[in-house]
């Protein structure tokens, strides 16, 4: 029987190979953005194909079609709706795009790599007025104000980019929790397989916009690996909790799982992979996510 405690490990394991994506930013200067549109397109083959063997074929097996698709239409609305409402900025490559009621000015603070408000606020303190010489503001209480300033600006950041992590993680963890809770070992194992090699590509995808803002590469890893582990193993427990205290809703919750992956590939994905002459490319990642997929799957069956 699956207990909690195994739950919580295959999906910390899954959720950390979201780092290992972010390795190229100590080499970012050579990465194309023809390799960024590959490694989304791949992600997005991985997450398709999931949705379909791992979690909608799964749940028609246990339930009925109506439930599983009741599921998946609920799943993307809730998808689409958190991504309306919920503030956050939206990386693409070496840009970030405000979505969800974020301001093109918390896009612009992301794109400014060696802005210091601190450094800022501390050099026209040290200007005095020329009308008012002498009842300059005194350099501490400028000071004060630029840290304030600065760490109101990285909290909201970290808001930011915390909920775009959380809409597009969150759904992942939710569909291993779901199917170990329904004693589906087999589909949990393989949809943690598939998590894991697609937090690869999609840890890149994170990675390489964070880096550009000036961040330390080794900050950039753990920041990126969090942004895998805390959404899946929080939301993994709770859809491990939810089908174990309420029996029979495998069905309705892998199809919303399956939902809100497939409304991330179609919402974020595959437009973030076009739009840059790079579409084949993305496409042919596309493809090989696909079949790999289908061949594990093939592989964990037997």
């Known amino acids: 029987m699956t207990t909690l405690a195994s739950v919580l490990g295959v999906t910390t394991v899954a959720g950390l190979a979201t780092g290992f994506g972010a390795l190229p930013v100590f080499f970012r200067h050579r990465v194309t953005h023809r390799i960024y549109d590959a490694a989304l397109g791949l992600a997005a083959g991985l997450m398709v194909a999931a949705s379909v063997f791992g979690l909608v074929l799964p749940g028609m097996e246990e339930g009925t079609l109506r439930a599983v698709m009741a599921g998946v239409l609920l799943g993307g609305g809730a998808l689409l709706g958190g991504n309306y409402l919920i503030p956050h900025l939206h990386a693409e490559y070496r840009e970030w795009f405000a979505e969800g009621g974020a301001t093109d000015d918390d896009a612009a603070v992301m794109d400014l790599p ?106 950039v890893i753990w920041y990126t690996t969090l942004s895998g582990v805390v959404p899946q193993v929080v939301a993994s427990l709770f859809g491990f909790l939810l089908v174990t205290v309420a029996a029979g809703l495998f069905p309705v919750s892998s199809g919303f799982a399956a939902g809100a992956m497939l409304a991330v590939v179609f919402r974020e994905l595959i437009p973030s992979s076009h739009g840059h002459g790079h579409a084949d490319a993305a496409t042919g990642a596309f493809l090989v996510g696909f079949v790999l997929l289908v061949v594990v799957d093939a592989v964990i069956v037997v």
């Not at 590509?201 to 994170?206: K, L, S, T």
């Open 114 to 219: 060696a802005d210091d408000p601190v450094a800022e606020v501390a050099t026209r303190s040290d200007e005095p007025d020329a009308g008012e010489e002498g009842d300059a503001e005194p350099d501490s209480i400028a000071e004060d104000a630029g840290i304030l300033a600065e760490r109101e600006s990285s909290l909201r950041k970290a808001l930011l980019i915390g909920g775009a992590i959380t809409l597009h993680n969150a759904p992942e963890g939710l569909a291993i929790g779901v199917a170990f809770a329904s004693g589906l070992e087999e589909v949990a194992l393989l949809l943690a397989v598939v998590i894991g090699l697609q937090n690869v590509p999609d840890g890149f995808a994170f990675a390489v916009p964070m880096a550009e803002t000036g961040m330390s590469n080794l900050r």
